[in-house]
């Protein structure tokens, strides 16, 4: 997947104050740990507001998901996915949310159809636990119109 950029002051606020590269490293390990997503020898570090995240998982969703977890975090401006997929699958767009938007006007966008919106709140997933709780700046994934129905 390579760079993916996120809004660097938006999303978790995860590091209580100033951390050097490696405090902020820990930290996002433990966040992707937390989620119960799994990753085979998770490696995280921080250079420049840049988080390089490598290791491996069992699918793409699994990846995209990892990514979301570090990027979604404040002070985090772009994710370096180095993760390797064991069952390649298509990548699912990745959407930064803007002010007014719901998970149905994205599911309208993208699906033609607001009533798709459950697709893009499992598909994002543990990160969101409420689908009327998204915000601006925060990044989601958007499964394909094909991938959605297996998410």
């Known amino acids: ?21 490696e405090e902020m490293a820990t930290v996002l390990a433990k966040a992707v740990a937390d989620t ?23 699918t793409q969703a699994a ?8 990027g979604n975090t404040e002070g985090v ?33 993208h699906y033609g159809e607001a009533r798709e919106y459950p697709a893009i709140f499992e598909a994002n997933k543990p990160m969101l636990k409420d689908p009327d709780k998204i915000y601006p700046g925060q990044v989601l994934r958007i499964p394909s119109r094909q991938a959605k129905a297996g998410v």
């Open 1 to 21: 997947m390579g760079l993916i950029d996120f809004v660097k002051d938006a999303g978790a606020k995860l590091f209580g104050g100033k951390k050097s590269p």
């Open 36 to 58: 119960g997503l799994e990753v085979k020898n998770l490696k995280v570090s921080v250079q420049d507001g840049t988080a390089i995240v490598e290791g491996s998982t069992a």
């Open 63 to 70: 990846a995209e998901k990892v990514v979301l977890a570090i």
């Open 77 to 109: 401006a772009r994710v370096d996915n180095r993760l390797t997929v064991e069952k390649p699958e298509p990548v699912a767009t990745m959407y930064t949310v803007k002010k007014g938007d719901t998970l149905s006007a994205i599911a309208k966008a």
